[in-house]
């Protein structure tokens, strides 16, 4: 990403469950293995989140109600107005979740259009949105193989560590990380979708078939 007039970003939404998540663990062979215990219930808690793409710098709102068109527009004009002030124009990678694309932010985006922009991912394609690597990685330190008898618990373990991110204290992702999901190389746009905030940056977006990004910022055809 050679182009320093401009900033990527990726949003999206998430749901963390009160229950929990397991994953494997290492377990010594002379220790009994260990019993997880997860809380019977349902209850979640909803965010929107957006992380930049050129330092880890990480954006989040909680979202009580339902993501839609108005709690969607909401966050957009909370991002705008920070993300603006690296004095960059700012190109937001977003699905195609209808809220995404509707009419009650339609003008409100065409008027910011010069230094605010969405631009949208392949439908059904979530593999190829770099903060999907965020929620991973959330889920991976605050979530896996821990009881949350209550939801506020649930909240305050992954705002603690948002919190972390928001404030600069060390990034939520690598540079190297993130493109693991976009692989920015130099040369034309082959393909529609993205091309034109990649194009912005300065370089190309190949799909979910390029190999892993490990290392270099910029991986030459």
Same mark, same amino acid.
Request: with cysteine; net charge positive.
């Given at each position: ?10 949003? /999206?939404? @998430?749901?963390?469950?009160q229950h929990g998540s397991r994953c ?18 349902? +209850?979640? @808690?909803?965010?929107? !989140?957006?992380?930049?793409? +050129? ?36 190109? =937001? ?16 985006? /065409?008027?910011?259009?010069? /230094? ?11 593999? &190829? ?25 649930v909240l305050a373990a992954v705002e603690?560590?948002? !919190? ?10 690598g540079y190297a990380q993130l493109l693991?999901? &976009? ?18 940056? !300065? ?11 490990? !290392?270099?910022?910029? =991986?030459?055809?």
């Open positions: 990403m050679d182009n320093d007039e401009v900033d990527l970003w990726a949003t /999206d939404e @998430v749901h963390f469950q494997r663990m290492w377990v010594p062979p002379e220790t009994k293995d260990p019993v997880l215990l997860h809380h019977p219930t349902r +209850r979640s @808690v909803g965010y929107f !989140g957006a992380v930049r793409l +050129r330092d880890g710098k990480f954006r989040f709102s909680r979202e009580t109600g339902k993501f839609n068109a108005m709690t969607f527009f909401a966050f957009l004009k909370m991002l705008r107005r920070t993300s603006i002030r690296s004095g960059r124009s700012v190109v =937001v990678i977003t699905d195609n979740a209808r809220y995404h694309h509707a009419r009650l932010h339609k003008k409100w985006r /065409d008027d910011h259009r010069k /230094d605010f922009m969405l631009d949208y991912l392949p439908p059904y394609s979530p593999e &190829l949105n770099p903060i999907e690597r965020v929620w991973k990685l959330t889920r991976r330190q605050c979530m896996h193989n821990r009881c949350f008898p209550a939801l506020e618990e603690t560590q948002f !919190g972390y991110w928001a404030n600069g204290m060390r990034p939520c992702v693991k999901t &976009l692989r920015i190389v130099r040369g034309p746009c082959r393909v529609e979708c993205g091309e034109e905030a990649v194009v912005a940056a !300065g370089g190309r977006v190949e799909g979910a078939e390029c190999a892993p990004v490990d !290392g270099n910022d910029i =991986v030459e055809p």
